[in-house]
């Protein structure tokens, strides 16, 4: 008997036991729509094509728009209004992680956890872990942005290891996320169903990426953001994941023509460092995919792909402080942080943005940015991936569907049915319902409305009603009116002519928001 049993562990070690699938979760930061080559952009990323090829790409699919509100609304299926207090999750809101755990399954997470709520204060004493919201095992940052050679507050659980970036000279966060995760899926055993949580910093600010890795797109971006943009456009009705009806937004007002750009090195540049972040993070996400199918559990693993809002057009000014700008680089040189135009970014010491022009074309054919609940700060990609019960392989789908849809379609998927109460108190009702049966094929209906606030956004949309406040420029702000089913662009304002639906939208967003508030203030 002893010699058959390490030949039956090794077995098993590569083999799938049938039972709960797998579950990967995988989020990008401050990208635009078009980004992805299966979404119709220049930029490389096989792996994530390659996912979309054999699942499901979601065409409209939305985020919250910015980094924080969107992480809270995936992780609990409540819009964030409600499911963020103090800057950390909500004590009345069961979480992902943890419905899962109280299901078997061995949770991980690799990345930006920015859920932490005041995690700098009173020494750190006031941070919430990952551990205390579901979390067996964690590597990663609390915030939400830092250098990707010397990552501010790195940690492994709750042990700071700035250590392993100090002592090796090609460290990268990226990658590092990529090696803990294949390290957690070794360690798992394959009896137990797994939960891995990948939020990538990629392709957050600052630009940092190494040199051979941006020198691979040198020239890519040479013909400047007009052009791309109207071969983006092209490509992506294409593909269909955008209407062969739709037009191109104008280009925004702080972004000059390409022809008239005085810093056309300094800004291809930008863009070359950007895109290789992009394709860094797929390579490491192509990595994890190869491991799970090395150990015979990809085919029962369901995947998600999908960004936490829009492009970002901030222009990082040299005066711009935070923990998360180092003072001096690993071997001791003064930091020179800001978008000069005479520096060129990539390298440690540089901290930098990619602005306006770049994050315009990220968006195409979408208006405004992260921050705007604008269709270019909400409006993102979503790849769905399960090749066990997935059988629309390669195709694009239309359902409307929102991060809080994430958390229930996951525990549908795993047959989880967790509690209505939490530490002794009824939980916070989800606001997302699961969209299990557009996964296999099923036809699904529309929610009834999906509500946003954050930021410079508010909105709501209701069929194909957009309701949404625009706090851009001088002009004042106001409510604008679209109907995105002729006009996915929002070019064409409404709001003037159809004062009627205008009033009932404004209304029923003041009633959402005061549900909102209500249940977060229990």
């Known amino acids: 008997m ?13 083999l799938q036991l049938p039972g709960k699938p797998n579950i990967l979760l995988i989020m990008a930061d401050d990208m635009g729509y078009s980004d992805l080559g299966c979404f119709g952009g220049e930029i490389r990323t096989p792996s994530l094509d390659s996912l979309a090829e054999d699942g499901i790409r979601f065409t409209n699919f939305y985020s919250e728009n ?13 819009y964030h ?59 990663g940052i609390l915030g939400g942005a830092s250098s990707f050679y010397a990552p501010f507050g790195l940690m492994r659980n709750r042990d700071s290891i700035d250590h392993e970036f100090m002592n090796d000279k090609n460290y990268y966060f990226t990658s590092a996320i990529g090696d803990e995760a294949i390290s957690f899926l070794q360690k798992s055993r394959v009896d137990q169903p797994f939960f891995l949580y990948l939020p990538f910093t990629a392709a957050h ?40 009806s739709v037009k191109l937004s104008p280009r925004h007002p702080k972004v000059p023509p390409w022809k008239d750009e005085k810093h056309k090195t300094w800004q291809e ?12 993070m797929d390579r490491v996400i192509g990595e994890v995919i190869d491991q799970l199918r090395k150990s015979g559990q990809l085919q029962n693993t369901l995947t998600f792909f999908t960004i936490d809002n829009g492009a970002c057009h901030v222009e990082y000014p040299p005066e711009r402080k935070g923990d998360y700008l180092p003072e001096k680089t690993r071997d001791g040189r003064v930091m020179k942080p800001g978008n000069l135009t005479h520096i060129l970014p990539g390298p440690e010491i540089t901290y930098q943005s990619y602005g306006h022009g770049w994050a315009n ?8 940015f992260k921050q705007y609940d604008h269709e270019g700060g909400i409006h993102t990609p979503m790849i769905a991936h399960w090749p066990e019960r997935i059988k629309a392989k390669g195709t694009t789908n239309p359902t409307l569907s929102h991060l809080i849809d994430l958390m229930p379609t996951i525990l549908e998927a795993t047959q989880s049915t967790p509690s209505e109460f939490l530490a002794g108190k009824k939980r916070i009702a989800w606001d997302g319902r699961s969209i299990l049966p557009a996964l296999t094929g099923e036809k699904q209906a529309d929610p009834a409305v999906l509500f946003f606030h954050h930021a410079r956004g508010k909105a709501i949309r ?25 006009d996915p662009n929002e070019l064409k304002d409404l709001a003037n002519t159809q004062t009627s639906k205008v009033k009932e939208l404004v209304q029923l967003w003041e009633s959402k928001e005061e549900e909102c508030k209500e249940r977060s203030a229990l």
């Open 2 to 14: 002893r010699s058959i049993l390490p030949f039956f562990f090794v077995i098993t070690g590569f």
């Open 66 to 78: 910015m980094c924080w509100v969107s992480r809270a609304s995936m992780m609990t299926g409540i």
């Open 81 to 139: 209004r409600t499911s963020l207090k103090d800057s950390a999750l909500h004590h009345r809101c069961l979480t992902l992680p943890e419905a899962l755990k109280d299901n078997g399954y061995r949770t991980g997470m690799m990345g930006k956890w920015h859920l932490a709520g005041k995690y700098t204060k009173n020494n750190g004493q006031d941070a919430v872990y990952p551990d205390q919201r579901g979390f067996d095992h964690f590597y």
């Open 205 to 244: 600010w600052p630009l940092h990426a190494p040199k051979d890795a941006i020198d691979r797109y040198r020239g890519k971006f040479s013909a400047g953001w007009d052009e791309l943009r109207k071969k983006r456009l092209q490509k992506m009705k294409a593909l269909g994941v955008i209407d062969p």
């Open 269 to 280: 540049r930008r863009m070359e460092v950007y895109a290789a972040q992009v394709t860094i």
């Open 361 to 368: 074309l990220s968006n195409t054919p979408f208006r405004l």
């Open 462 to 486: 209701v069929g194909n009603w957009k309701l949404v406040f625009n706090k851009d420029g001088k002009k004042k702000a106001k409510w604008e009116l679209y109907d995105l089913g002729l």
